[in-house]
C-alpha cells in the first residue's frame, strides 16, 4: 500500500468515528498520522505534531514506525513534540518520549534534530521553562501567541484528563505559558504538560480513547460538554477516534460516523 492510497482511505473529517476492534482503531490514527504528514510536507515542506504519552497510542506508534507506513511516512521533514511527559528518565517505562523510541521513533530513518523530547530530567519548573524556550524558538510565534502545531494526539483518561491537565487543577487556567509543571495523574508523579491556550492553537487535534473504563468521560466530553473535565475545554479543529467500547454512553445526537469499516483498503 503506498502512501498516496493511503490517503484516499481517510479522509479528514471533524467528528467522532468508532471501531469495533482497538486495530482497526490504531491503524486509523496511524493512517491520519502519515495523511497529515504528506498533506502538510506538500503544502508547506515540513511536518509539526506533538504526541501523548499513554498506552493508547502505543500500536498506532508501532504501526508508524513498521511497512508500509514507515516506507511512505516524510521522516526527514517531521519534527516530534509532545503533549506532556513523566519527570523521569527515558529508560523508565513510564517516559512517553522513551516509549515512542521504543515503539518507533528509534526505528526509522529520522534526522535526530527532528525530535523534541520534553526535558524530564531537569527540575519541573526549569523543565517547563526550557521546552517553552524550545517550542518559542521553533515556531517564532508572534508576542502573545502561540505555537501552533500542524496536528496534536491527545489521549483521555477517565476522569476527563487529558495531555497532564487534571480536572481542578491550577494548571488549567494559564493562558500564557506554553509549558507548565504538573504533579498529578497515574502514575502519580511530576509532570510537563502543553497548556489549553497552545493544545487550543494546534491546526488539527485528534483525541484517541478505547476501553470501557473512558466510557463516562467520553459522554461527559462529547454528550454533556462538562467544563469541569479538561478535555471539554480543548476547542478548534477536533476529531475524535473512539472504540465501541468507549463509545456506550454516548448519544446518537453527536452524529456518529460509525464503522466505515476503517481497515477495508
Ligand atoms: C500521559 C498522557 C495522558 C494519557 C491519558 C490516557 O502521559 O499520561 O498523555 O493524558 O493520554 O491518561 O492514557 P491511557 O492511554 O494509558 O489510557
Known sequence: MTGSSMRRAFEWSSGIKIFQDRSDLSRSLAELVLDAAERCVEAQGLFTIALSGGSTPREAHRLLGREPISRAFPWDRACFFWVDERCVAPADWASNYGNALRDFLGQVSLPPENVFPMPAELPPLEGARAYERV??????PPPGSFPRFDLTVLGLGSDGHTASLFPGHPALDETRRFVVPVRGGDPFMDRLTLTLPVLNHAARTVFMVA?????????????????????????????????????????????????RQEGAH
Open 211 to 259: 476501553g470501557r473504563d473512558k466510557a463516562d468521560a467520553v459522554r461527559a466530553v462529547l454528550d454533556l460538554e462538562d467544563p469541569r473535565l479538561p478535555a471539554s475545554r480543548v476547542s478548534g479543529n477536533r476529531a475524535w477516534l473512539v472504540d465501541v467500547e468507549a463509545a456506550t454512553k454516548l448519544s446518537r445526537r453527536n452524529g456518529l460516523d460509525t464503522p
Open 135 to 140: 517550542l518559542s524558538r521553533f515556531f517564532d
